[in-house]
């Protein structure tokens, strides 16, 4: 297992493994209603059988080389995520994403993990675009894709089925050549 440091604060980013699915599980129920806002992970992860599942379905997809999901801790408790949703690497195209409990928000502890991953995916692995979908009412992630240096690219219109409505959905991306320029230019 590894750990990387997000910074001076401490906060750390580490894989997700099923191994982990209490932990997973609590975190999502000190932050299930503020997460659920936007995303169906807590609505996915609602005892300790789910939360297993859910992290054994991305080991699974690891190992498959179709997605990954990272922890985000901050002085040894889980307080986050993030994540490639997708990833099809033969295409070079990856899809972001992200989630944190309430405690957590407005330190950059996204921002700061996101980098991390979206580094390793175009560096390491090739990745020439990364996708960053957000429902347009979730500013605070809208802001992450910004901060990221990703360009809005439109809107799907009610094209994400939650809780009973159809939200629209931002669609940012940045390409593997903006990314390398921004990260130089820092």
């Known amino acids: 297992m590894f750990a990387r440091s997000l910074g001076d604060d401490g906060a750390e980013l580490r894989p997700l493994e099923p191994w982990r699915a209490e932990e997973f599980l609590a975190h999502i ?7 659920g806002r936007y995303i169906k992970l ?17 080991a699974e ?10 922890g985000i801790w901050t ?3 889980l307080v986050g995520g993030v994540l490639f949703r997708t990833m099809d690497l033969g295409g070079g195209v ?11 928000v407005g330190r950059g502890l996204v921002t700061r993990a996101a980098r ?7 560096e390491e692995r090739g990745v020439h675009r990364v996708e960053w979908l957000a429902v347009v009412e979730n500013q605070a992630s809208i802001a992450v894709a910004r901060r990221l240096g990703m360009s809005k690219e439109g ?16 669609v940012w991306a940045v390409l593997a050549p903006q990314w390398r320029a921004a990260r130089q230019a820092s």
């Open 29 to 35: 129920d000190r932050g299930r209603e503020f997460i």
């Open 42 to 58: 807590p609505d996915a992860v609602t005892d300790l059988e789910s939360s297993r599942s859910f992290l054994r379905t991305y």
């Open 61 to 70: 997809k690891a190992i498959a080389d179709t997605a990954r999901i990272h």
């Open 75 to 77: 002085d040894g408790k």
């Open 94 to 104: 990856v899809e972001a994403g992200c989630w944190l409990e309430p405690s957590a």
């Open 116 to 122: 991390v991953i979206i580094d390793w995916a175009v």
């Open 155 to 170: 809107v799907l219109r009610e094209s994400y089925p939650h809780r009973g409505k159809r939200h629209d959905v931002e």
